[in-house]
Each structure stands twice: as structure tokens, then as C-alpha cells.
């Protein structure tokens, strides 16, 4: 956690989070792991935090004697489109820590089984859902008095909160302070809708134009946040650069490359009080960089039990716990498949997904028990046993705006094979001669996106296992990297605090848009 003293900031800033899912009460990836990481570790240091999340059926299901949750008595009416919609606040917090969380209760959106979308695909209300849900957040600020100095929105679900800020409450009682900042975990979820959309933000269709809400004629909730917000991050370094190009900008490349000076990439951290392989509960032995040599290796026997194949030290167990999508290389996993069960190796595959790749990981299992383990379906438990007793973990992304699992691998001695995109790029050294020598190899890292480059890099693993005096090297160099969320939190701060020097923007495409007429398509 952070210190007070490592914090750049002097004063207590008012923050207030807002995000579509948050462990431990909702989530369906990683967004959910960083609003409350991120939240917690700006809480720690003695900021004024809230967390405004919505009321899914899913918190439920965790919620238990240590998460309680009480009514705050505070009922919003939002305008969505032509109706009034109404809303409770409730409350809860997180155990040991002053983070405030807020959940925005709205059965008819939120008391559903998925959080965006049923097996046939995403709920057709989604941009009703999400319009009411950022307009909440807003009013929900009002209600309370929160005055925050920063509303902080997080992909294309908030990401009318900014629009809101500047054009309905900038200076007005309340957000006399306010600056926005909005996060792109992944610039491919855009939240698009038909033009008639528009309709339900309640914002004036003058909005609707191609700097700011408009994408090929479609209501474009991501790019409403980009072209509103007063500041701009994503979730790396690489991947801010990445997405000002048109190979990895999704159609908005040239909207973030003008506003590449208030766009920075903040690598996430993870959460240990979740992740941390020498407490961790979900663990038959728990380990540290000093005696994972000893340790490490009852956690593999035991998966291997586990998940039914073959208890043997020789053999490699590759691990992966993913969505399993094109995003995350499952076709490159799918073209080499054969040739992997070819060679002396184990692995084990967790996730769901695309049903293409879902049959194909589980005819793999069914033809080649000794070898291959597939388990469909999301187990927080056996994400962390995997994690722990696997030897190495496979992420060989398309691309990856961040990547969690890769940071995991690395606190849990288990070298990730990567490739050079993204947040991958900026956390895990190649192993090579050099940093070999000089002690920075943390994995194994491939760059060009096909099947033989993935394979090769396979077989470097399969190499190195041959070598333990070098792969406990990469192990050791690997749980040592400081992935913590308190160098994530001070780089947020950081960003918060020029935010706040700086005059509130009045976005140029607003300066443009407001000379002209404009006509509702
Ligand atoms: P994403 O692009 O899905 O957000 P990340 O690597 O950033 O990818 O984060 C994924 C998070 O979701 C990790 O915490 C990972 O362990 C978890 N996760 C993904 N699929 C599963 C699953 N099937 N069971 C348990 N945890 C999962």
C-alpha cells in the first residue's frame, strides 16, 4: 500500500470512482479488479474516495457477513430519454479500509444475470442501462455533496459521465472544483448504439457530430468520454502509443492522437491483498521468492491432481485462466495446438468464451487427457491455484491494454510467455544472454502474431525448464518486480493533481459545434 509520505500530493483530494463492476461485488474482467485496487490505494493514503458502482444481481452472491450493505435512504429520479427513472443509493465499504462504496440499485437494469449481456448476446437496453447509470453517478454526487476535485469515469459505460460534467455542471454548485479523468481499459469495447440513442442522454443532438459523440453515424459512448473528459489515461505506456495508430485505434486513432498531450498510459498494479502467493487461502502451500524451490512444487502437484492429469515434475504445465477470444491469441493457441500436445508438456486451460474456442480446448482435453485440462467456466479459486502451480503461463495476446495475469504469473514465480504488445511489453524482459547476465529476464517474449513465432517461443520455455539453474534466475527476478498498486496510485495522483493545475477544458469540438445549427438526423 501507498504511504502518505510517497504520495505526491499535499492535500486530501475528494475522488469520486466510477465503474460497471468492482470485486468483490461485481465483475466480469479486469476493470473490476482495478477500480477497487485503485480505489483502496488512494483511500489508504488518506484521500476521500468513493466508489459508485452499480447494484448487480452478481453482489449477491458475495455478499457476506464482512460486506455489509445498507440503504442510505437516498433515492435519485434520472431522466433517461423521455422517462423519469428512479434509483437507491446503498452503501457498503471494504474491511480494513476508509474506501466508501456506493451501489446504484435499479433492479429492472441491474438485477440480471450477466452484467452487459445473456448468452444470445448484449442486452439491447445497454446504452438506456448506462445512460441512467452515469447519470446517477452525477446526481448521486449532488445528493450526497461529495464536491469531488475528480470524477474519474472507466470505459464506454460511464463514459457520459465526462460529458455531463462539462456541459451541465461545469462551475455549478457542487463542482465549482470538478475535473474529469477517463480511463480506456480497452479501446475495442466502444459502446455503440443507433443514432436514436442520442435521444436517451438527454444531451443536445449538436453533440452528435465526429469530434465528440458521433462514429459513422452511430452514438459512440467510448468516444464521448475521450472527446470529453479533461484528461485522458489508459492502462500502459505501449498501449497509450498503440492506440494513436490505426493498427491498434479501433476508428478513434486520430481523435487520441489529438489529445496525445492529455493522454498517458498508467500501468495497473495488483491488488495483494488478493494476489500474493505467500498468503493467498486458495493455496495447498503458500511460497516467496526465497523458498518457492521447496513450495512451489506441492501447489503443481496438487493442480495436477486437481484437474486430473498425471502427476509429474518432468513434464512443464503450461497455465491459462482467459476470456477466451481472439484478443487473447486463442487462434494462435488453435494453430499450433497439435504440435503442443506433441511435445513433453502440460496444460491447463480456464475460461470462457467464444464457443469455437471453448469446443476446440475441450476436444484438445478429451483427446489428450495426460496432456491438456480444460475447465469452462469462471472459478476465482482455480484461477489462483493455477496461477500458483503452473511453470509457465501463456498469453500470447493480439493485442492487451494491460493484462493482469502476466503481473500474477510474474508475483507467483510462473514465467509468462508473452507477446510485445501493450501492458505485456511494459512488464515482462525477454529472456536472453544479456538479461540473463545482468538479472532482469522475467519471461519469454515473442513479437510477430502467428503460429510458428508463437511455437518457437513455446520451445524456449520447454529449454529453459532444462536449465533450472536459469529458470529459478527468472522465477526469483519475476517475484521481485514491483507491480504494486501504490507505484500505479502515485502515477494516478500525479495525473489528478496537473489535472486539477490546469484551467477546465472547454473541449474544441464544443467551442466548434456551438457556432453552427444543427438538425437531428
Ligand atoms: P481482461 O482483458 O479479461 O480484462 P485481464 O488480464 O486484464 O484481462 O484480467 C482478467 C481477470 O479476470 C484476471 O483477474 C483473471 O484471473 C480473471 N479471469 C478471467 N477469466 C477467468 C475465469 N474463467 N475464472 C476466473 N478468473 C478469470
Avoid at 443507433?194 to 459512440?220: S, V
Avoid at 478429451?366 to 480444460?374: A, G
Avoid at 491455484?385 to 495476446?397: C, H, K, N, R, T
Wanted: with cysteine; glycine share 6%.
Amino acid at each position: 500500500m501507498l504511504h502518505k509520505s510517497e504520495s505526491n500530493s499535499l492535500d486530501r483530494l475528494r475522488i469520486v470512482l466510477a465503474s460497471s463492476e468492482a470485486v468483490p461485488w461485481s465483475k466480469t474482467g479486469g476493470l473490476a479488479d482495478v477500480s477497487t485496487a485503485l480505489a483502496k490505494s488512494l483511500a489508504a493514503v488518506g484521500h476521500d474516495v468513493t466508489l459508485v458502482v452499480p447494484y448487480h444481481r452478481q453482489t449477491e452472491f458475495v455478499r457476506d457477513h464482512k460486506e455489509e450493505i445498507h440503504n442510505s435512504g437516498v433515492q435519485l429520479r434520472i431522466p433517461v430519454g423521455t422517462k423519469t427513472v428512479l434509483g437507491t443509493v446503498f452503501w457498503t465499504h471494504v474491511p480494513s479500509s476508509n474506501l466508501r462504496v456506493l451501489l446504484i440499485d435499479q433492479p429492472e437494469y441491474f438485477d440480471r444475470a450477466g452484467l452487459y449481456q445473456s448468452p444470445s448476446g448484449d442486452y439491447s437496453d445497454n446504452c438506456e442501462r448506462f445512460v441512467f447509470f452515469s447519470r446517477a453517478v452525477v446526481s448521486t454526487i449532488e445528493h450526497l455533496v461529495l464536491r469531488p476535485h475528480i470524477v474519474h469515469a472507466n470505459d464506454w459505460q460511464t463514459g457520459l459521465a465526462p460529458a455531463l460534467i462539462e456541459l451541465e455542471k461545469r462551475g455549478a454548485p457542487g463542482f465549482e472544483d470538478t475535473r474529469s479523468i477517463f480511463t480506456i481499459h480497452n479501446l475495442a469495447f466502444q459502446g455503440w448504439f443507433p443514432a436514436d440513442a442520442m435521444k436517451l442522454t438527454g444531451l443536445d443532438w449538436k453533440h452528435f457530430n465526429w469530434q465528440q459523440m458521433e462514429c459513422h453515424n452511430q452514438l459512440n459512448l467510448l468516444k464521448t468520454g475521450i472527446a470529453f473528459a479533461d484528461f485522458l489515461t489508459t492502462v500502459s505506456p505501449t498501449y497509450a502509443k498503440e492506440i494513436q495508430t490505426p493498427e491498434f485505434g479501433c476508428g478513434l486513432h486520430e481523435l487520441l492522437e489529438h489529445r496525445r498531450d492529455d493522454l498517458v498510459g498508467i500501468l495497473n498494479g495488483v491488488d495483494t491483498d488478493t494476489w500474493c502467493p505467500e498468503s493467498d487461502p486458495f493455496l495447498p502451500s503458500n511460497f516467496n521468492a526465497d523458498n518457492f524451490a521447496a513450495n512451489k512444487p506441492i501447489c503443481k502437484s496438487h493442480l495436477q491432481d486437481r484437474l486430473g492429469l498425471p502427476d509429474r515434475p518432468d513434464a512443464p504445465l503450461f497455465g491459462m485462466v482467459s476470456r477466451m477470444t481472439d484478443q487473447k491469441g486463442l487462434d494462435l493457441i488453435t494453430e499450433v495446438a497439435q504440435k503442443l500436445v506433441e511435445q513433453n508438456l502440460q496444460i491447463a486451460f480456464l475460461g470462457t468464451g467464444n464457443e469455437r474456442y471453448e469446443w476446440m480446448l475441450r476436444e484438445l482435453a478429451r483427446k489428450h487427457p495426460d496432456k491438456v485440462s480444460t475447465t469452462i467456466g469462471f472459478d476465482e479459486r482455480l484461477a489462483h491455484q493455477i496461477e500458483a502451480g503452473s511453470d509457465f503461463y501463456l498469453m500470447p495476446s493480439r493485442y492487451e491494454p494491460c493484462g493482469l495475469n502476466q503481473m500474477y504469473s510474474l508475483a507467483y514465480g510462473t514465467v509468462p510467455l508473452v507477446r510485445a504488445v501493450g501492458g505485456l511489453a511494459d512488464s515482462v524482459v525477454d529472456t536472453n544472454v544479456d538479461s540473463i547476465a545482468n538479472g532482469t529476464a522475467t519471461g519469454i517474449v515473442f513479437r510477430k502474431y502467428d503460429g510458428g513465432t508463437f511455437f518457437d517461443a513455446v520451445s524456449r520455455c520447454l529449454k529453459l525448464y532444462q536449465d533450472p539453474t536459469n529458470h529459478h534466475k527468472v522465477i526469483r527476478a519475476g517475484m521481485r518486480y514491483d507491480s504494486t498498486w501504490s507505484r500505479s496510485a502515485n502515477e494516478y495522483l500525479a495525473t489528478y493533481e496537473n489535472t486539477l493545475k490546469r484551467r477546465p477544458r472547454t473541449s474544441l469540438a464544443t467551442r466548434v459545434t456551438e457556432s453552427k445549427d444543427h438538425v437531428a438526423p
